[in-house]
């Protein structure tokens, strides 16, 4: 059973910055989609940032880009997004998500292209 175990998060002042992991259990990890979605109250789930594992290859929100940077640890089938100049806007529950290695997406910031998902992990910002 696949497993996106998610930590990081929190509350921080505009400005600031703030650091997510997600650590997948996947049998294998290289080769699929791993990323993060948000979805604020009220709102719909919105895709944030994504990267193609072994590639290495990302893709961000207009929303985000030149803020957040995603990177991965091979070695532990982990990625990382790094979240700076935080706006109050950022605030959401953040979840991790994963396709299967070689599934093909149509489009990467839909979240019904994603197999897998963690639990998610508040960012408050204020």
């Known amino acids: 059973q696949v497993q996106m175990v998610e930590s990081g998060g929190g509350s921080v002042q505009a400005g600031g910055s703030l650091r997510l992991s997600c650590a997948a259990s996947?049998?294998?990890?290289?080769?699929?989609?791993m990323g993060w979605f948000r979805q604020a109250p009220g709102k719909e789930r919105e895709g944030v940032a994504f990267?193609?594992?072994?590639?290495?290859?990302?893709y961000y929100a207009d929303s985000v880009k030149g803020r957040f940077t995603l990177s991965e640890d091979n070695a532990k089938n982990t990625i990382f997004l790094q979240m700076n100049s935080l706006k109050p806007e950022d605030t959401a529950v953040y979840y991790c998500?994963?396709?299967?290695?070689?599934?093909?997406?149509?489009?990467?910031?839909?979240?019904?292209?994603?197999?897998?998902w963690g639990r998610g992990t508040q960012v408050t910002v204020s």
């Open positions: 990267i193609y594992t072994g590639s290495g290859s990302t």
């Open positions: 996947l049998h294998t990890y290289s080769g699929n989609c």
């Open positions: 998500a994963g396709t299967d290695p070689g599934d093909v997406l149509n489009d990467i910031l839909s979240k019904d292209e994603y197999r897998h």
